[in-house]
Structures are given as C-alpha cells and as structure tokens.
C-alpha cells in the first residue's frame, strides 16, 4: 500500500504524513528532506544552486546529513527548491524514493511529485493544500516555536514573500511541477487546526481505501 502525500510548502503535509504512517503502522519519508540535503550539500561544497552540474555532484551527500537540524531551516528549504529545478537531481532521487515506496508492507511519502512521478500507481493520493497567509502564519508560528540553532528569526511578511517564491518556483518548473494528480483528494486546511486537518484527511483516507 502507497500512499502519496503531496501540497506546497508549510501545508502541514509533513504532519499529515508522519502521523498517518504511525496510524497505519508503516514508514515514512520526507522526500523534501532530500532536495534540502542536496541544497545543503551544495553549500557546504561552496557551489552555485542554480548550476545543473554542481546541484548534480551534491546529490551523493552522506546520509548523516539528513540527521542535521539546518535542513529545515529557511535558507536551506530556499535552497532546495532551486536544487529541485534541475532534472538530473529529480532523477538522481528517484531510485530512492521509488524504493522506499516499493518496500513489502507499505509506506506513506510525502513531497510535491509523489502521486504524479514516484508513485503514479499509489492507493492513495493526498494533495494538501491551504492559503498562503495561513501557510507563512503556520511557518512563522513553527519558526518560534523550535527556535533552531542555525536560524536568526525571520519577520512574517518575509515568510509570506518566501512562501509565494517557493509556490512559483515549485508551480512552474518544467520537470515534475507542483500539481495535484487528477486522482489526487485535494484537502484544503485553511479553516482547520491541526487535529481537524488528520482527522479530515483520516477519514478521506479510509474512504479512499475502503473504495479500493
Ligand atoms: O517539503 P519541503 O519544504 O521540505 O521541500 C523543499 C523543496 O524541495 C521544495 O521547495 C521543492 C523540493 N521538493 C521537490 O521538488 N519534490 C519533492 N518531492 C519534495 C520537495
């Protein structure tokens, strides 16, 4: 059983997804933790994002840099969606995630292309989405909550700039744009705090599955 969770940036995708694999008593992988470990990479290899090559040669980081905290970060989130552009690094990620789907038992991924690209073939796909002045709220609210390391704080209308910026870069790049699959439930959470949010998209789900 594969579950595809996608949506844009801070639609409490992530959320949704760890809790719905625990639920379902199966893995789960952020897949956007990848672009930002290639983002990260990138970085630290002094290179530009916007270069296929060096975004390409970032792409075989070492797995200990998933455990490191500025992943999510701002700066490294804005990294990875300049990363994401180049279709050399979609591919270099594919056999990855694609594995991870295939697993015996299941899993639920959770990124922007799941349910169109990885896993075209899902039982289930997500699509969450809200309104981005709630998204850069939620973002700013998650920022000051977890106060990280690596961070200086950054005003709400910055986030809310950063949350637009991403959108169009993630909406319209050429190789596998931000899209809701056409087989995709679209969930908008907007008027809803987090429980409502699981338990809608819960409840979705079991419909989903149970219609199978
Ligand atoms: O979900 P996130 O904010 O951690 O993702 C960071 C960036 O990575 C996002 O702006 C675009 C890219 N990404 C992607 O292109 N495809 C995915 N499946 C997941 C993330």
Not at 69 to 97: C, N, Y
Not at 107 to 133: C, E, H, N, Y
Not at 154 to 174: G, M, S, T, Y
Request: net charge negative; proline share 5%; aromatic share 4%.
């Amino acid at each position: 059983m594969i579950i595809a969770v996608d949506g844009p940036t801070a639609s409490g995708k992530g959320t949704i997804a760890k809790r719905l694999a625990a639920h379902l008593d199966v893995p789960c992988l952020d897949t956007g933790l990848l672009y930002r470990a290639v983002g990260r990479q990138v970085a630290i290899n002094d290179g530009d994002p916007d270069s296929s090559d060096d975004a390409v040669a970032a792409c075989d980081f070492p797995d200990a840099l998933l455990e490191d905290d500025i992943l999510r970060t701002e700066e490294v989130g804005g990294l990875a969606s300049r990363v994401s552009v180049h279709p050399e690094v979609r591919k270099a990620l594919f056999k990855r995630q694609r594995a991870f789907a295939e697993q015996p038992g299941g899993a639920v991924l959770d990124g922007r292309d799941i349910g169109t690209v990885i896993a075209p073939d899902a039982d289930v796909k997500l699509f969450i989405t809200a309104s981005v002045q709630s998204r850069a709220k939620r973002r700013w609210l998650e920022m000051i909550e977890k106060k990280l390391e690596h961070e200086e704080e950054i005003p709400l209308f910055e986030i809310e700039k950063d949350v637009v910026a991403r959108d169009a870069r993630d909406i319209n790049r050429k190789d596998a744009p931000l899209k809701a699959a056409p087989d995709a439930l679209v969930i908008d959470t907007t008027a809803f705090d987090r429980e409502q949010a699981f338990e809608t998209v819960l409840e979705a789900v079991k419909q989903a599955l149970e219609g199978r």
